[in-house]
């Protein structure tokens, strides 16, 4: 069972917002930075967000994160069949179960 | 251009033992912090280990305590990950990965990964 809590799965049309939740706790998200990785089928894991709500170079607009509490959200707008792929938050943790912990991960489904 | 290459994985018997290799090209290997991250197939990401720059700091995941050793040489610009004592449950695809810091050592994110290498443990 991960650290992190994320719903197995969602999906969204072509052109909609869809938005994938993070739970963590007072030792994690509620104290550290929230991370998001894209992992398309048959490839690594690709940073996607960081700092909570930090684009790296190249990572489309479309992509945005948030963080409330000891939880966070990754929200994609303008979906595409492309953003179809596995999503993990990840968060440092200051217990000893740290320092890195991840989510199960979302699989996105674009219909 | 920034790569991670790693090596080493292959079938094992459970309670036998692996050493796994990265190969870090593109960067000055010896600023970063790295780890080594697994995946069990049709599963998520799971944190294994760290290692700081120096490898004066290093955190091991509980579920390999005391059975996995991380260790790295910058002259050669390589991670490694010895594995003993392993188990079914070790089964994975293991990546390594790079974890860089901002000016306040606060962390960045896993900003590079390899391709991973596979390690299968079964009788």
């Not at chain 2, 970063?32 to 944190?47: D, F, H, I, S, T």
């Not at chain 2, 720059?53 to 002259?75: C, H, L, Q």
């Amino acid at each position: 069972q991960s650290v992190l809590t994320q719903p197995p799965s969602a999906s969204g049309t072509p052109g909609q917002r869809v938005t994938i939740s993070c739970s963590g706790s007072s030792s994690n998200i509620g104290s550290n930075y929230v991370y998001w990785y894209q992992q398309l089928p048959g490839t690594a894991p690709k940073l996607l967000i960081y700092r909570n709500n930090q684009r790296p170079s190249g990572v489309p607009e479309r992509f945005s994160g948030s963080k409330s509490g000891t939880s966070a959200s990754l929200a994609i707008s303008g979906l595409r069949s492309e953003d179809e792929a596995d999503y993990y938050c990840a968060a440092w943790d200051d217990s000893l179960s740290g320092p890195w912990v991840f989510g199960g991960g979302t699989k996105l489904t674009v219909l | 251009e920034e790569q991670l290459v790693e090596s080493g994985g292959g079938l094992v018997q459970p309670g036998g033992s692996l050493r796994l290799s990265c190969v870090a090209s593109g960067f000055t290997f010896s600023s970063y912090r790295m780890n080594w991250v697994r995946q069990a197939p049709g599963k998520g990401l799971e944190w294994v280990s760290y290692i700081s720059s120096s490898s004066s700091t290093i955190y091991y995941a509980d579920s390999v305590k005391g059975r996995f050793t991380i260790s790295r040489d910058n002259a050669k610009n390589s991670l490694y990950l010895q594995m003993n004592s392993l188990r079914a449950e070790d089964t994975a695809l293991y990546y390594c990965a790079r974890d860089p810091v901002r000016w306040d050592l606060s962390p960045m994110g896993f900003d590079y990964w390899g391709q991973g290498t596979l390690v299968t443990v079964s009788s």
